[in-house]
């Protein structure tokens, strides 16, 4: 059942990120591009998704254990600190300066468009570079 | 406007789904970190996810749903930005799923931090490119 339900969530995420337009980096550019033409739409889909999240986690509050796992795998990290803050900086340069994120940018590659593959490969380039430099923060989790 | 809320209220239901069923954060950092963890059953889970998330286009081809992808060709810019996104999300722990979507419906602090610090960052760039008149 683990394995079906993460399916299910990500075939859902996958729609709503291409029934949004979120998948379009044109889009996502021209929702960043508040000095210019604006396109405020976007900001709906993280408001409704924000909202929709916070009801089934306070939900999952009254809970032991999710349906299909033994617990809850709860985000163990609380501080801002200047990991978390150059880390940020650099993911909103480069979203800027091509309009996709690591979902929409996955969500796309079955698409076949030359530009999205080579965004990926850089992607997954630029992960695996940070996890042999860098390394994951160190968690209990 | 209904398409942006419908599709956020999708977004937000898929990780509802992952969060109640299988009680982990749908963040596609996570994911995409967690599906080179071959040798940890922790994480197989990802792969599902992943697969899930990419069959979302041919999906939606065959009811012939618009999903318009327009993009730059330069493939400079293509690799700086996937780099810089793929080590930035990384360091950050987390992009506009994990912390955006996940960690701001947590009501986590950090998360709104790295929300705020990462739009920030996306407005400043797209203004100076235009001021630059750097071609897409």
């Not at chain 1, 889909?45 to 299909?68: D, E, G, I, N, Y």
């Not at chain 1, 996709?100 to 490969?121: I, K, M, T």
């Not at chain 2, 947590?106 to 203004?127: D, E, H, K, W, Y």
Request: with cysteine.
């Amino acid at each position: 059942m683990t394995y079906i339900t993460a399916f299910v969530s990500g075939l859902l995420f996958g729609l709503g990120l291409l029934i949004s337009g979120m998948n379009d980096p044109a889009k996502v550019r021209a929702f960043l591009d508040i000095f210019g033409v604006w396109r405020p739409e976007l900001i709906a889909v993280m408001a409704a998704a924000v909202v929709t999240f916070f009801v089934a986690f306070q939900f999952s509050k009254r809970r032991v254990k999710p349906l299909f796992a033994s617990a809850f795998h709860m985000p163990s990290l609380s501080v801002v600190d200047m990991r978390l803050l150059s880390g940020a900086v650099m993911f909103g340069v480069g979203w800027g300066l091509v309009g996709l994120c690591p979902g929409p940018a996955l969500v796309d590659v079955l698409s076949g468009n030359e530009s999205v593959l080579l965004f990926v490969g850089a992607l997954v380039a630029g992960n695996r570079l940070a996890h042999v430099l860098i390394g994951p923060v160190k968690t209990s989790n | 406007m209904w398409d942006e809320i419908f599709g956020g209220l999708l977004i937000g239901l898929a990780a509802a789904v992952l969060w109640l069923g299988v009680g982990r954060i749908s963040g596609m950092t996570g994911v995409l970190s967690s599906v080179f963890q071959f040798r940890n059953p922790d994480r197989h889970w990802s792969w599902a996810f992943l697969a899930g998330l990419m069959l979302a286009w041919p999906m939606v081809q065959l009811v012939d749903y618009p999903a318009p992808i327009s993009i730059t060709d330069k493939p400079f810019l293509l690799i700086a930005a996937g780099l810089l996104v793929g080590f930035g999300t990384y360091v950050g722990n987390g992009c506009t799923s994990g912390h955006g979507v996940c960690g701001m419906g947590r009501l986590s602090f950090r998360s709104a931090v790295a929300t705020v610090t990462f739009m920030l960052a996306g407005v400043i760039t797209v203004a100076v490119m235009t001021a630059l008149e750097v071609q897409i």
